[in-house]
C-alpha cells in the first residue's frame, strides 16, 4: 500500500493506517437537524428534486462540510435512487421515505426488470460526485453509498418501510423462489452502481443493509449475507482499492457474521460495547461508529467523556469516529459542532489509560 500520507485521515483509516486521531462524520449529516437544510427544503420541497437536480444535491451535501468540516463528505441521495433506472418507479414522501406504487412481487415483473445502466439512469450522480471531490481536495474524503440487496428488496416487494416485513417474509419462508432472483438481480445493479461511484470520485462507499437486523441469524445467512457478499466481491474484482463499509441496523447479534461480507469496515451501533466489538470481530476489521446518536442530546461534558471512551476502546487504527445510525432530526446543531471539534482535538487530549 506504501506511504500515503497526502491522503485524507478516512481513507487512511479505512486501510488501516495508525493515525494520531480518528477521522471522524456523521451519518445523515446532511439533513433536517441543520437550519440551512430546512431553508432549502422550502424552495425545494420535492426530495426527489433536492437529490436528483446537481446543483441542489450539491449545495445539501456541502452544508455540513462548510459548518463542521467533517473527514468524510457523503453524497446527499438515497438508498432508492437507482431503482427508477432497473424500471421500478418510485417516490419518497415527506416524513415517511420510499414509496413504490407498484410493489415487486411476482415472477413476471421481476423479469421485467432492467440492468442497471447509471450512465444513461444515474448521469446527476456523477456531476455531484466530481463537484464534491473538487470541493473537498485532499481535505476531506467523499464517500458514495447505496442500499444492499435485502433492504431494497424490502422498500421493492413491501412498496414502502415496514414495521413487520410481513409481505416479503411471506415471500421468503413460503416459496423464496423469485424473492431469490430479484436479490440476484439487485446485487449486480448495485455492485454497478458502486462501480459507477467509484469512477465517478467516490473514495470510499457504505452499503446499508438497515433492514438486515430484521432476520434471525440464520435468516441473514440465506438472504442478506450472500447478497452482500456478491456485491462487495464484484466490487472488488475491478475496484481492490477502495474501502467498503457495511451497517447492518440493530446488529449486536450479526456482528461475526457481518465480518464474512467482505466489507472492510463494519459499522457497530451503540447496543455494543467498542471493546467487546472489537475482540468479537477479530485483528484486521476495521469499525466505525458505536455512539448513540442520543449522546448529542446530552451536556458538553458528557460528550466528550463518550467520544473519549469510545476512541480508548477502539484503539489508534482502523477507527472512523460516528455516530451508531443517523443523526436524529431534534439534534441541536451546536451540540453536533462541539462533537466534531471534540473529535478534531483528540490528538492533544490525553487518551490513553
Ligand atoms: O428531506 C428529508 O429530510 C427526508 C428524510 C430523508 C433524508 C435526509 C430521506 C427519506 N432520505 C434522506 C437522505 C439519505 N438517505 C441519506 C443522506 C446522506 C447523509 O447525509 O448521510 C442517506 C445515507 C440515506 C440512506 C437511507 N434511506 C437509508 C439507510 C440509512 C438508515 O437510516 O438506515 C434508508 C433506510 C433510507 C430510506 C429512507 N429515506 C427517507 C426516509 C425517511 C427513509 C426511512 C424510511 C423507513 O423507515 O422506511
Given at each position: 500500500m506504501g506511504i500515503s500520507s497526502n491522503a485524507p485521515y478516512l481513507l487512511r483509516a479505512a486501510r488501516g493506517e495508525v493515525l494520531d486521531r480518528p477521522p471522524v462524520w456523521m451519518m445523515r449529516?446532511?439533513?433536517?437537524?441543520m437550519k440551512a437544510y430546512r431553508d432549502l427544503r422550502e424552495k425545494y420541497p420535492s426530495f426527489r428534486d433536492r437529490s436528483e437536480i446537481p446543483e441542489v444535491a450539491i449545495e445539501v451535501s456541502l452544508q455540513p462540510w462548510k459548518a463542521f468540516q467533517p473527514d468524510g463528505v457523503i453524497l446527499f441521495?438515497?438508498?432508492?435512487?437507482?431503482?427508477p433506472g432497473l424500471g421500478i418507479d418510485m417516490d419518497i414522501a415527506e416524513g415517511k421515505g420510499p414509496i413504490i406504487d407498484s410493489p415487486i412481487r411476482t415472477q413476471e415483473q421481476v423479469d421485467q426488470l432492467r440492468p442497471l445502466d447509471p450512465e444513461a439512469s444515474l448521469p446527476f450522480i456523477k456531476t455531484i460526485l466530481q463537484a464534491l471531490r473538487q470541493e473537498v481536495g485532499d481535505k476531506s474524503t467523499v464517500l458514495g453509498f447505496v442500499g444492499a440487496p435485502w433492504t431494497l428488496a424490502a422498500y421493492a416487494v413491501e412498496g414502502k418501510g415496514s414495521k413487520t416485513y410481513s409481505i416479503i417474509k411471506n415471500m421468503a419462508f413460503s416459496d423464496p423462489k423469485v424473492l431469490h432472483q430479484l436479490l440476484e438481480k439487485l446485487s449486480s445493479a448495485i455492485a454497478t452502481y458502486v462501480r459507477y461511484q467509484i469512477d465517478c470520485g467516490a473514495q470510499v462507499v457504505q452499503m446499508f443493509?438497515?433492514?438486515?437486523?430484521?432476520?434471525s441469524p440464520q435468516d441473514y445467512e440465506t438472504f442478506a449475507l450472500p447478497y452482500q457478499q456478491k456485491v462487495f466481491q464484484q466490487v472488488k474484482e475491478t475496484h481492490p482499492d477502495t474501502p467498503l463499509i457495511l451497517l447492518v441496523s440493530g446488529s449486536a447479534g450479526l456482528l461475526e457474521r457481518m465480518?464474512?461480507?467482505?466489507?472492510?469496515v463494519i459499522t457497530v451501533d451503540w447496543t455494543v460495547d467498542m471493546a467487546d466489538a472489537r475482540s468479537r470481530l477479530g485483528k484486521h476489521v476495521k469499525v466505525q461508529g458505536n455512539l448513540?446518536?442520543?449522546?448529542?442530546?446530552?451536556?458538553h461534558e458528557f460528550i466528550r467523556d463518550r467520544v473519549l471512551d469510545t476512541v480508548r476502546k477502539a484503539g489508534n487504527w482502523g477507527h472512523i469516529l460516528n455516530l451508531g445510525h443517523g443523526v436524529l432530526p431534534e439534534t441541536p446543531e451546536e451540540n453536533v459542532a462541539f462533537f466534531f471539534e471534540t473529535a478534531k482535538q483528540i490528538n492533544s487530549l490525553a487518551i490513553k489509560g
Open positions: 449529516q446532511a439533513g433536517r437537524y441521495s438515497d438508498i432508492v435512487t437507482p431503482l443493509d438497515s433492514w438486515a437486523g430484521q432476520l465480518a464474512l461480507s467482505g466489507a472492510d448513540d446518536p442520543g449522546v448529542l442530546f446530552g451536556s
